[in-house]
């Protein structure tokens, strides 16, 4: 069982940037690929980006591409969301979750954080 919690959303201008932050407790954060999705108002849950257990293989949406970093810090049972040029169309809550392989489908994770909400004005 691992249980995540998101942190640092917040209100920020059109291009400029936040860090989002999971914390993993449980066991064997390490072995698991981490991931963020998005969720906009009236939209379906949408993917951003996904880790490998080992950070060597990442993958990314297609509208986050060039602009936010995935990675983690597997000693302190963490992964980061970097986004920068940050877009009105960012506006969502972000959530994290974890599964055994970076995936870009939901189903592929079994664990799920409550999220945190990023809201960029214009």
């Known amino acids: 069982q691992v249980q995540l919690v998101e942190s640092g959303g917040g209100l920020v201008q059109a291009g400029g940037s936040l860090r989002l932050s999971c914390a993993a407790s449980?066991?064997?954060?390490?072995?698991?690929?981490m991931a963020w999705f998005r969720q906009a108002p009236g939209k379906e849950r949408e993917f951003v980006a996904a880790?490998?257990?080992?950070?060597?293989?990442?993958v990314y949406g297609d509208p986050v591409k060039g602009r936010f970093t995935i990675s983690r810090d597997n000693t302190r049972n963490t992964v980061f969301l970097q986004m920068n040029s940050l877009k009105p169309e960012d506006t969502a809550i972000y959530y994290c979750?974890?599964?055994?392989?970076?995936?870009?489908?939901?189903?592929?994770?079994?664990?799920w954080g409550r999220g945190t909400q990023v809201t960029i004005g214009s």
């Open positions: 449980g066991r064997n954060f390490g072995t698991y690929a």
């Open positions: 880790e490998s257990a080992s950070g060597a293989h990442t």
């Open positions: 979750a974890a599964g055994l392989v970076p995936k870009v489908d939901e189903p592929a994770y079994d664990f």
